[in-house]
């Protein structure tokens, strides 16, 4: 039977294949990069002294940012204590710091090719970790959940298309080898192990299929729409089990009942920033948070497109439908924000209401305002609804549309779109992963060649380079996991890299701490690379890690380097991103194959 793999926040958006999501967990690897020869060789150093508090290398040079304390912990160059006292860090046998773990740059050594390990820590030879310091901890376990949603038989039908739908053996076997990856001693845990939990009875994950009996928690509720009181009844029976992490969540009635439970969850997908902050400090996320992606979003607007003509659009937008000040000049852009209100939830509403207010006057004026249109996530009423939205646009004039949606809404809404003889600009705002590749073919060809704008993503990269591929093998797997696991491993890596940057004794505060504490990694100025994403845990979206995006277009002959098939996004001035505050003023240079080759 195939599923979808997990649900991201309040609608059907799944743990879709993402070739590029591996990048967002470089958030959690160390703040620099040591240059310096005083990193050099740590990795066959074995047990390095600690004299007057410095830690030293095997060649007696200081190893940057890593003091020991008097009381024999070791503090990083944050300050957070990365080991305890009491000799837990120091081999019994020599007397010395262990950092054997080391790689010559300074980082923990991880997985075969994985390059996004924390700073490097002494190895831990046993003491006081502290024992129960939080929910879900003792001094040997670290007990977690992972929350698998219920899987929607349409939604599958329509990703199945794209090989995005995943069996239940799949997800199985992937989620055992990445829990194997985290158990192997990479990371350190000071004297525990990750446990992971099984729900019980119908939400017995292990039985679900076979042979892989991978344990986990398969929910029951389901997915379009959605049913809030069946989620909160789901929370309810995991926080009974008390573990220390959840990943995945059934939106927001889970996450923050969980929260409320003193449990940990790693899955708030783009809940608006308000949302992490009254739940801190347990709920974190991969994708940018709605507040930032919002202010973004804005900011390209008011700088790129605001008061232009629509030149993107089809030619009835542009002439034949007369919606210019004259008959068949081009329109100035009017714009309209579609997003998904589901059962009163007002999440979305928060992020796109904070997009109009910047657009309408906080940033800039846009002519005509923003036209708001929520839509119900119901797979049922899916056709129905994008008629109505479709003859709503038309009717007010749009001549540019955002669909702040999940990924599957727009294969409706393009078809309608389509269906009607209407070709708007399709302004990509970079939520929903409606940005990957492989998503961007489930919509309408016709109307998805007037798509462009700001992607969160990266540019892509072939499978079997990505981490899961790797970890599949390091974990003593054939062949390769299925393409969907890259968005599911960075959980694990960021849930063990968590307990790693707390120190010896973690407790939820330590966690968040540790991870504010690094600099945000991966940024264009740093590394010029188009496949790296700016990220890091840093105030105002200290709960999030995606920081930056890219601009782009859709190209229906570009080939894409996740798949290498026709059909991908074209990375804008090679790939270039940019930060708040850095987007360019301009028309954006879109679908000009001269320069951007595609």
């Not at 540019?459 to 054939?478: E, I, K, L, M, Y």
Request: proline residues 7%.
């Amino acid at each position: 039977m195939s599923q979808t793999p997990g649900a991201l926040g309040r609608r059907y958006l799944p743990f879709i294949a993402l070739a590029a999501v591996q990048v967002l967990l470089v958030a959690i690897a160390p703040s620099k990069v040591g240059t310096n020869s005083s990193a050099t060789g740590l990795t066959t150093g074995g047990n390095q002294a600690a004299v007057g508090g410095q830690v030293l290398d095997e060649n007696g040079q200081p190893v940057a940012g890593l003091t020991q304390q008097a009381d024999g912990s070791f503090v990083d160059a944050n300050g957070n204590v990365v080991s305890g006292g009491g000799g837990g860090a120091v081999n019994g046998a020599t007397g010395k710091a262990d950092l054997s773990k080391c790689d010559k740059t300074g980082h923990q050594i991880g997985p075969p090719g994985y390059k996004l390990m924390p700073p490097c820590v002494p190895v831990w030879h046993g003491g006081d970790n502290g024992g129960a310091t939080m929910t879900g901890v003792t001094d040997k376990a670290i007990n977690f959940l992972v929350y698998v949603g219920q899987g929607n038989a349409e939604v599958n039908a329509i990703l199945a298309t794209q090989g995005l739908a995943a069996s239940t053996e799949q997800s199985c076997e992937a989620k055992a080898a990445f829990y194997k990856e985290i158990n192997k001693g990479y990371w350190e845990t000071y004297g525990r192990k990750f446990v992971a939990m099984d729900g019980p009875g119908a939400n017995k994950g292990s039985t679900q299929q076979s042979p892989c009996n991978f344990p986990y928690f398969q929910g029951q509720c389901a997915l379009t729409p959605p049913d809030p009181p069946c989620g909160l009844a789901e929370a309810k029976v995991i926080a009974s089990m008390h573990p220390a992490f959840v990943i995945g969540s059934y939106g927001d009635v889970m996450s923050q009942y969980l929260a409320s439970q003193h449990i940990i969850v790693l899955g708030g997908g783009s809940a608006p920033g308000e949302y992490y902050a009254e739940r801190s400090p347990y709920y974190y996320g991969l994708l940018m948070d709605g507040y930032r992606q919002a202010d973004l979003d804005a900011e390209y607007w008011c700088k790129r497109m605001n008061a232009k003509p629509a030149i993107n659009a089809g030619a009835d937008v542009k002439s034949t439908r007369n919606w210019g000040t004259t008959p068949g000049q081009v329109p100035v852009r009017k714009l309209a924000a579609i997003f998904p209100e589901t059962n009163g939830d007002e999440s979305s509403f928060l992020s796109v209401n904070r997009f109009k207010k910047a657009v309408t006057g906080g940033v800039c004026n846009t002519p005509g305002g923003v036209l708001m249109l929520p839509y119900q996530s119901d797979i049922t009423t899916a056709q129905q609804q994008s008629v109505n939205v479709v003859q709503q646009l038309i009717d007010n004039h749009i001549t540019t549309v955002a669909c702040f949606c999940d990924p599957i809404a727009p294969a409706f809404l393009t078809q309608n779109m389509s269906k009607q003889h209407y070709f708007p600009e399709n302004w990509i705002v970079g939520v929903g992963l409606m940005d990957y590749d492989v998503l961007g073919r489930l919509y309408d060809s016709t109307e998805w060649a007037h798509a462009f704008g700001a992607s969160d993503l990266g540019t892509g990269q072939p499978f079997a380079q990505t981490d899961a591929a790797r970890w599949w093998v390091d974990a003593g797997n054939s062949g390769q996991p299925d393409s969907t696991e890259n968005a599911v491993l960075p959980f694990f890596s960021l849930m063990a890299t968590s307990f790693q940057v707390a120190g010896s004794h973690p407790t939820p505060d330590s966690i968040h701490k540790g991870l504010v504490a690094l600099d945000p990694v991966g940024s264009w100025q740093q590394l010029h690379d188009q496949h790296s994403i700016k990220v890091g845990f840093k105030p105002p979206s200290e709960w999030t890690a995606t920081e930056d995006m890219r601009e782009v277009n859709w190209s229906q002959t570009r080939v894409s380097e996740i798949d290498g098939k026709p059909g991908s996004y074209c990375p804008i001035d090679g790939g270039h991103r940019f930060d708040l505050g850095e987007w360019l003023k301009g028309e954006p240079d879109v679908f000009n194959p001269s320069k951007n080759g595609c």
